[in-house]
């Protein structure tokens, strides 16, 4: 049983930066595929961003796409999401979730496909 924390979010301006980190526990981290999903108010559980076992290889939803970095530290159990330029429209609970995954390439996309979620930290972006 893999247990996820995130950390990092809060009010921040359009424009502004924020750094996401979500801390792993109770499993081989090195063994999990990452990503990071955000719900909007009203709105369903999308797509942001994820990353393979070893940190070689990550996915980005087009939205975020040359703005928001993924990364991963095996050593310490946790991965990142750095947010650059922050838009209102980003605005939303960011979820990190974890698959173990026997592929080494693989970057799961769907949030069916995720075993484990954390608790979510909540990112507001101010116009």
């Known amino acids: 049983q893999v247990q996820l924390v995130e950390s990092g979010g809060g009010l921040v301006q359009a424009g502004d930066s924020l750094r996401l980190s979500c801390a792993a526990s109770?499993?081989?981290?090195?063994?999990?595929?990452m990503g990071w999903f955000r719900q909007a108010p009203g709105k369903e559980r999308e797509f942001v961003s994820s990353?393979?076992?070893?940190?070689?290889?990550?996915y980005y939803a087009d939205s975020v796409k040359g703005r928001f970095t993924i990364s991963r530290d095996n050593f310490k159990n946790t991965v990142y999401l750095q947010m650059n330029s922050l838009k209102p429209e980003d605005t939303a609970v960011y979820y990190c979730?974890?698959?173990?995954?026997?592929?080494?390439?693989?970057?799961?996309?769907?949030?069916?496909?995720?075993?484990?979620w954390g608790q979510g930290t909540q990112v507001t972006v101010s116009s």
């Open positions: 109770g499993g081989t981290f090195s063994s999990y595929a």
């Open positions: 990353i393979n076992k070893s940190g070689g290889r990550t």
């Open positions: 979730a974890a698959l173990r995954s026997s592929s080494y390439y693989y970057t799961p996309t769907k949030s069916s496909e995720y075993e484990y």
